[in-house]
């Protein structure tokens, strides 16, 4: 496997100040922390100072950390913590593993900013952090910061095209095939999805696993009965007429939001959930999935486990796969929109 | 007193890279920030981002605070992150805020677990934070953990019996004001309130604004036009019977999710919002309110003030007032569900 360091920048460490001053680390540590009763000359002091201007070495605001060769400190930078639950549940699961092995979480949002992206990396640094988490609300391909690369990192529900740095994420197929099971559990043959109009890791799994499920179970895909919409509630009631027209009987939705403007569009046409069509969400976000009329089905995306498991490949506990992927079950939560339809 | 930049080796500064580079130290900032309408010669762009490079210049926050010394951190323990966007609306602010003064926010999140709470205060405490914001998902009273008393501390969404430690929270009674005040001003007189079953400041505040907007525009109060119920869809949905019993032309809900409960309640009754009924939310939960057939009038719970003004209060910038609070308005947010009803 290739050295992390020969292909990206590293911070500068208190060895490489050492060895550029020509003394040893424990007399850099000591003019570093200003070590009272340490015999240091001035000459190999000044030399001490003048390596750490020329290398940029940053002393870090916690000098203990420095003697104990560390701080406990784990970064977390998370893109969207103020516009859904979902990046609050993956922070929820890092600090909790964090926790639990010593470790001290620092959280940065930044909503998409790309300054306060590149603002919360370098205080990660400035901390010594042992190591960043890097997370995205939801699943896609990211450019990686260029800070990034100065400290171990994980991926958390996003990943790097090259693939170099460990990622964390959801199994979309699995997740396709277990709400799309979760219909022809009830005898559903003639099965719509409504899929997004993004290009996605969510658009391309969720579509793999309905049509395994659908395989699985001998049913021939239809590509008819496949549709994309806006993944929002106005998405999903826009295609009440194209599902009605196919005469699906069950619908695997995108994600919860489109499930609910299914709902009110199917409602207006007065067909009944899930007497007249069966309805699947995904998300279970559960503002919405639990309180709809009916109950909504659907399948959990895993962002607390991701956060956690995050934690676990940081720390070394967990090995990624030779892809530098972990992938995270979506498990399905059954709720009153799926039931046997009584046409079968 | 000792310069400290005798004994310790300092961070590299602003006003470094104006000297390596041969400019100003504005022209630096400039170029660091990204100045728009800065006039600044290709030449001394181009030295400058160069003096950056080899000194290592980091742009940010931190920087100067290695040079003051002191802990740099201010802790922020919330309750409930990983279940509503409240919490990381409180935590956005926060930390916009604690970043502009060059403060690092120390994020833990309770769950409202007893034990993860003493831990995170522990935890601040430790790192020496210069205070701790105390956040609750929804308004209300708290009793103080113990370990607040060692630090200087602000809560933030709640407040405790004594009063003694400031409070940031909403101004319940404005909000009531302002939902009521819609509905007014499209001419309704016969306004419900579906009130939550849950003793709470909102509950009150709320109910006091409602009374004193219909006070201002000279309408007395009916007790039969107000109600409470549980405080979710469900709760909404089982309010329509009396509503439509009162023969109200508005409502103004405890919150989004009652309203959508009340939607959903409404169709199956045949009466149309906004035509037949106006309705009117709180708490402008966007995934919802945003969202509905029609969207959701409804007033904004100012949660990223909350969190913003509470480190403003923390660092002495802000003062509350005698009682030890600050209060912050609710603003409404106008969409489609209230209108001039055609009865009228």
Known sequence: MKDRNEAAPRAVTMRDVAKAAGVSVSTVSHVVNDKKGARIGKDARDRVRQAIQDLGYRPNAMAKNLVKGGSRF??????????????????????????RHGYVLLVANTEGNNDAEAEAIAMMLEHKVRGILYSTWYHREVAMPAGLAEADSVLVNCFSAHGRVPAVVPDEVDGGREATRMLLAEGHRRIGLVNTTTASPAHDGRLLGYRQALA????????????????????????????????????????????????????????????????????????????????????????????????????????????????????????ASVSTPSSI
């Open 74 to 99: 784990l970064g977390l930078v998370a893109d969207a913590i103020a516009s859904t639950p979902f990046a609050g549940q993956i922070i929820h699961g890092a600090q909790d593993e964090a926790w």
């Open 216 to 335: 699985e179970a001998g049913i021939a895909f239809d590509p008819d009965l496949v549709m994309d919409a806006h993944p929002d509630q106005e998405g999903g009631y826009e295609s009440v007429g194209r599902l009605l027209a196919q005469r699906v009987t069950g619908v695997f939705c995108h994600n919860d939001r489109v499930a609910m403007g299914l709902y009110d569009g199917l409602r207006e046409k007065g067909a009944r959930v899930p007497e007249d069509i069966a309805v699947v969400g995904f998300d279970n976000q559960e503002v919405i999935a639990a309180h709809l009329r009916p109950p909504l089905s659907t399948v959990a995306l895993p962002h607390y486990d991701l956060g956690r498991v995050g934690v676990r490949v940081l720390l070394g506990l967990d090995e990624p796969a030779a892809d530098g992927r972990v992938t995270i079950a979506c498990p399905p939560v059954r709720r």
